[in-house]
């Protein structure tokens, strides 16, 4: 597994930006897999994951209504959808493949990590 992440950038409050995650090796179309964010002086923590199929999603609560995890399995890539961005939003971004089939909100479930992709939100 190799993670790359992308489309990260600035964007006023309200905006919206689309994140990708490519696995250059094909290889986690059978896993969970997540997106995590970890703004200046915080820990990292939980955005959204999706199983392994796509057929279950899961969202923080300060997240919820306003993103969107999606993937693509034929093209091994994983999608997070912003919209109506708040400055909280602000954060590096990773990506990260599960050990098992189903996603789970604690990153030691995790054992691919892509690099981070910077957002940040203007006000």
């Known amino acids: 597994v190799q993670l790359q992440a992308s489309g990260g950038g600035l964007v006023q409050a309200g905006g919206s930006l689309r994140l990708s995650c490519t696995n250059s090796r094909r290889t986690a179309s059978n896993n969970g897999m997540a997106w995590f964010r970890q703004a200046p002086g915080k820990e990292r923590e939980f955005v959204a994951g999706i199983n392994w199929r796509g057929g279950g999603t899961g969202y923080d609560d300060s997240v919820k209504s306003r993103f969107t995890i999606s993937r693509d399995n034929a093209k091994s890539t994983l999608y997070l959808q912003m919209t109506n961005v708040v400055p909280e939003d602000t954060a590096l971004y990773y990506c990260?493949?599960?050990?098992?089939?189903?996603?789970?909100?604690?990153?030691?479930?995790?054992?691919?990590w892509g690099q981070g992709t910077q957002v940040t939100v203007s006000s």
């Open positions: 990260a493949v599960a050990r098992k089939p189903f996603y789970s909100r604690g990153q030691e479930e995790y054992a691919y």
